[in-house]
């Protein structure tokens, strides 16, 4: 699953110009470029060079992301979607369990592809998978694991209730694009337990 989407990306990036590579993502702060530099940071991370590179980045996860980005960034759009598709066969991963690679791919596929008007219709079970691993994640590991106490998440398109709480409902994706620090994602939901995640809870 995890290279199926990334597959699909790459066919995506491929159809961009110059000009949608720099615009700006869902991620703070980063360009669709950044994303995919980011993601080529990831595929080539294995559990030693994560654990080398967060020392390095004296424990700080967004200062060792900071530091993947500007490695794997391309001096062109071209030249760093070349280096995504050399890696996205790979099979390393960081420490972490299997299904964050694919909460990577799909939450940052996410992050590129709704500011540039693309759309993806994406496995079901991958973005099922991808919400459960979010919901038992600590907020301090980019999870909604503590948030889960006080909102419950009620998916419309799946069988798939979690927490416990003020109702949110919504699609899969968009109930995991919320957990994950997304707030465009919030205009999609419905319910009482909205304001909870529009507060952080």
């Not at 960034?73 to 070349?82: C, K, N, S």
């Not at 598709?85 to 972490?96: D, I, K």
């Not at 799909?106 to 540039?116: K, T």
């Not at 919400?131 to 994640?137: K, V, Y």
């Amino acid at each position: 699953m995890v290279h199926a989407e990334r597959a699909a990306l790459i066919e995506d990036l491929a159809r961009l110009d110059d000009e949608q590579w720099e615009k700006p993502s869902l991620c703070e702060g980063w360009t669709v470029h950044d994303v995919v530099a980011h993601l080529v940071d990831t595929a080539r991370t294995t559990r030693l060079g994560f654990v080398v590179g967060l020392a390095r980045a004296r424990f700080d996860f967004d200062r060792q992301n900071a530091v993947g980005v500007t490695r794997e960034r391309g001096a062109t759009p071209q030249a760093t979607l070349e280096r995504l598709r050399r890696v996205a066969p790979r099979r390393t991963t960081p420490p972490a369990p299997l299904d964050s690679r694919l909460v990577e791919e799909v939450v940052h596929g996410e992050d590129i592809r709704r500011p540039l008007g693309l759309t993806r219709s994406y496995p079901p079970e991958a973005v099922v998978r991808s919400l459960r691993l979010q919901t038992r994640t600590p907020a301090s590991f980019g999870g909604a694991k503590e948030l889960l106490t006080r909102v419950q998440l009620k998916a419309t398109d799946a069988d798939l209730t979690l927490g416990t709480g003020p109702e949110a409902r919504g699609s899969t994706l968009s109930l995991l694009l919320a957990v994950s620090g997304r707030r465009v994602a919030l205009g999609d939901l419905v319910g009482p337990g909205v304001a909870m995640l529009t507060t952080g809870g």
